[in-house]
């Protein structure tokens, strides 16, 4: 997000513990706890406005009460209009001791049927009070690759990083532009658990060992977040009713923004839709550059 997605960039550990998200087609959910939701589409908001600037922290909604869940949702889908660039296998796997055993397309921009995946999609920070607890974020090391890419994480949680591979990883990791951690993770090694900044913070992780490898944590003040899944689809549950800054961030195409009032019991839609010439976001320059 750009000074931090209107407040997650503007795109992404005291432990605090984050119930999930009723599961839903297509689609990596939000950290609210399950719940039963009766309510039919009433609401709808839809956007192509590209913000320039990191999620920063402010208040943008009007509803919901200190740290309480609601009953309303949000439903909604990323879209891609433009020519997505060809995503391929990094060169340098061929030369990189375990990576080579498996061509492993890089996954930096993922359109499937014109919808994007791997936007973390969010209230706008500060747009729901409250002492909120979650689950902790995990990043695993597979096949020399992180996954997830991305993830939403409230602030304050730990984030658990795991070496699932038979080699030696480094986690470098950044709060925004300037380095956070830096690691080395042998293979078979302990779990890295560290504590999530507090502020309104896009966490990059790469890899000095292998320099392709890169993830990302949204830290937010609350957990009404989603990922959009390979349908471009998300879905946030258990909101407050009120009116809302809702932001989504891509980790090559930025923030963009909209405005969302939600109900009790009812189901708000967004849409959100990049075409690829977006300006690449302050907390990941150049990723694609020199990788095939």
Known sequence: MHRELVSFVAVSIAALALAGCPEDEGAKKGNPAKHESKGSSTAAAKSDKTDDKKPEAKGGGKGGGEGKFG??????VVDFTGKAPDMQ?????????????KEVKYNAIVVNDGKLQDVLVRLANGAVKGDWKGKAGEVDQKDC???PRMQGVVAGSEIVIKNGD?????????KGTETWFNQAQPKGSEAIKKEMP?????????CDVHPWMRGFAVVTDHPFFAVSGK????TIEKVPAGEYDIEAWHSNYGLKTAKVKVEDGKTAEVKFAYDGTEKEPDENKEELKGLW
């Open 71 to 76: 009953t309303a949702t949000i439903k909604g």
């Open 89 to 101: 296998v990094p060169a340098k796997r061929k030369d990189a001791d375990v990576c080579k055993d």
């Open 145 to 147: 690759m992180y996954e």
């Open 166 to 174: 038979a080699t030696l990883h480094n986690v470098h990791t950044f």
């Open 198 to 206: 507090e502020e309104n913070k896009v966490v990059k992780f790469i």
């Open 231 to 234: 349908d471009g689809s998300f």
